[in-house]
């Protein structure tokens, strides 16, 4: 079984700088990733995934991941953020053939004029 | 487009009591699943369908029932509510491919004294 570990449970951030939200996964097989992002008091909606192809996956609102097999890493980017990106993200993982979705623990950005 | 529909949106309950949580996608989708939110914990998987008539468990079921009669609707059963039950429930569908979006409801937070 797999496991999801984001490094960080709170990333302070200045409006127009940028971000990295770090996230490894464990699994002995061939996985998908997905990072999800929570905006205050809604549900969870897709940033970006993972199939197959370049390791480097552009997403919605400027986001992107890039995908390192070797480290079993998928950190996600944005290279200047806005006060609205202010929410909670979730790396997940499923492994080949496996529809269930393993969540990290999240990680909270909070963006500061 | 309606996608997921969580009822209720908020619940308070007494330790004890039971109640169904009501989840209901119209997007035909073959998978549907229910996760709980806790701080610091991400989101776990309670229980899960791959089709009608076919349910299993997942990470944390203990407490829950559910059951698949349509492809659209997949409620959750709380038979006697516990405090650690408090927490915000998600419910979510996809195709049915593991490499495919997941949508989510927009949950439902539940307190239980």
């Known amino acids: 079984a797999q496991s999801v570990t984001q490094l960080d449970s709170q990333v302070p951030v200045f409006e127009e700088a940028p971000v990295e939200l770090r996230c490894n996964y464990s699994?002995?097989?061939?996985?998908?990733l997905f990072w999800y992002v929570q905006y205050p008091n809604q549900g969870l909606q897709l940033l970006l995934k993972?199939?197959?192809?370049?390791?480097l996956v552009k997403g919605i609102n400027g986001f992107e991941a890039e995908f390192n097999k070797s480290q079993t890493s998928f950190h996600l980017r944005k290279p200047s953020v806005h006060i609205s990106d202010t929410a909670e993200y979730f790396c997940?993982?499923?492994?080949?053939?496996?529809?269930?979705?393993?969540f990290g623990a999240g990680t909270t950005v909070t963006v500061r004029a | 487009n309606a996608g997921v529909t969580q009822t209720p949106k908020f619940q308070v309950l007494k330790t004890g009591q039971s109640m169904t949580l009501q989840c209901a996608q119209d997007?035909?989708?073959?998978?549907m699943s229910w996760y709980r939110q806790d701080p610091g914990m991400g989101l776990r998987l309670i229980h899960y369908?791959?089709?009608?008539?076919?349910?299993d468990q997942g990470e944390v079921p203990n407490g829950y029932n559910v059951s698949r009669s349509t492809t659209e609707d997949f409620p959750l059963r709380l038979l006697s509510a516990a405090p650690s039950q408090t927490s915000v429930y998600f419910c979510?569908?996809?195709?049915?491919?593991?490499?495919?979006?997941?949508?989510f409801g927009q949950g439902t937070r539940l307190t239980v004294v």
């Open positions: 979510a569908s996809s195709v049915g491919q593991q490499n495919t979006e997941a949508f």
């Open positions: 699994s002995s097989v061939s996985v998908y």
């Open positions: 993972y199939l197959s192809g370049s390791t």
């Open positions: 997940a993982v499923s492994e080949g053939g496996d529809y269930k979705l393993s």
């Open positions: 997007m035909n989708h073959e998978y």
């Open positions: 369908s791959v089709g009608a008539g076919i349910t």
